[in-house]
Structure formats: C-alpha cells, structure tokens
C-alpha cells in the first residue's frame, strides 16, 4: 500500500522560504519509472501543479514558479522536499505531495496523493 | 501552455441520475487525461486516467471517455457519496494543468 504524508509550518512570514517534507512508503524513489509531485490548493480554489521529481533525478517546476522553486529527494529516507522562496499572502494554499508511476511504458497521472498541509502565509 | 476549461462549473442533481462532466483542453492532448474526485476537506482521488481507463477499486459506474482536445466524465446512478468536486488534469506535455474545478451538488 503506497502512503504519502506531507509536513513543514503552518505559519510563515512574507519574504520567508518554505520547506514542505513529503514522506512516503510503498514505493522507492530508487525505481525506474518512479515520480513524485507537488500540487497546491488554495483555499476555495482550484489545484496547480508545482513540481515532480523522477527516480533518476529529473526535475520539472511550473514556470510562473520555476524561479521560487525547488524539488529535491532523499532516496534513503523515502522523503522529496519542496523548497519555495520569498513567500508571499498568495502563496496560502493546501499543500498536497502525490506518488506517479510508469506502466508498460506509459505514464499514469497522481495517484494517490497525500492527505495535504495548510500552509497560511502571513505576518 | 496548455488550459482545461471544465463545463459545467457547477451542477445539481438527484439520487439516481446519470451526469455527465466534460473537459476541454486548448491543444491536443492525445488521451493524456486524468479525472479526479475532491471532497470538502479531502485530498483529491484519483478515478480515471489515460482518458477511459479505471484507477483499481473506483466502481463502473463512473467512466471516461474522449481524445485529442475534448473529453467527458460520466457517473451513472448518482448516490450521495458521489456528491463532490470533479477536476480533469492533462499530462500530455509541461506544465501541467487541471481544469477548474465541476461542484456536483444534491438537487
């Protein structure tokens, strides 16, 4: 059974860098055809996708974001972090970190995701 | 980049009706399509992908359909635990984008 569970603050200040942990099980991040994404919600509105990171180290980042953002992962701790800088009001959203595989040579969209993290951006 | 525009944004409907969500994206996505279900205060969950294809354990009633830039979601005999938020994403090509959001409401 594959598990997601993100964490980080709930609280940050304007200006501040947020670092999100998405700690899996189930899987490895060490797999061929492995990927782990970000997604966001804020309150009220609809999903955007922010980041994914694949088993061999590719990185893909939104581009309205891409200079803000950061994926990285831990292999041996089944972990994949998100780093996003100069926070701003708008950047208050649910913060959701979803697994991604590979089958017979195609991709399959998020599936599942983790349970979420409020992250409310204020001074 | 490419845009999803959901239809419609929101609709009612009564146990037991058959409904049906459609998704259009601004280019051709071939059937780089998923649909997922979001309840208040739930992560969203995954029912279809690759356009028509079940996720394991999502029961037959709800199924997908279409190719290139439009698509549909249908969920035959509605019950309650279906009323919810739909969004279509596609993956065809980065970034990738979801739809705006479907609020399936009990008439």
């Known amino acids: 059974q594959i598990t997601l569970k993100e964490s980080g603050p709930t609280l940050v200040q304007p200006t501040q860098t947020l670092t999100l942990t998405c700690t899996f099980s189930g899987f490895s991040l060490s797999t061929t055809g492995v990927g782990v994404g970000w997604i966001r919600q804020p309150p009220g509105k609809a999903l955007e996708w922010l980041a994914l990171?694949?088993?061999?180290?590719?990185?893909r980042y939104s581009p309205s974001l891409k200079s803000r953002l950061t994926i990285t992962k831990d292999t041996s701790k089944n972990q994949v972090f998100l780093i996003m800088s100069n926070m701003d009001p708008v950047d208050t959203a649910t913060y959701y970190c979803?697994?991604?595989?590979?089958?017979?040579?195609?991709?399959?969209?998020?599936?599942?995701w983790g349970q979420g993290t409020l992250v409310t951006v204020s001074s | 980049d490419i845009q999803m525009t959901q239809s419609p944004s929101s609709l009612s409907a009564s146990v037991g009706d058959r409904v049906t969500i459609t998704c259009r994206a601004s280019q051709d996505i071939s059937n780089y399509l998923a649909w997922f279900q979001q309840k208040p205060g739930k992560a969203p969950k995954s029912l279809i992908y690759a356009a028509s294809s079940l996720q394991t354990g999502v029961p037959s009633k709800f199924s997908g359909s279409g190719s290139g830039t439009d698509f549909t979601l249908t969920i035959s005999s509605l019950q309650p635990e279906d009323f919810a938020t739909y969004y279509c994403q596609q993956y065809n090509s980065y970034p990738y984008s979801f739809g705006q959001g479907t609020k399936l409401e009990i008439k």
């Open positions: 990171i694949y088993w061999n180290d590719e990185k």
């Open positions: 979803a697994h991604r595989l590979r089958v017979a040579g195609t991709w399959r969209s998020f599936d599942p």
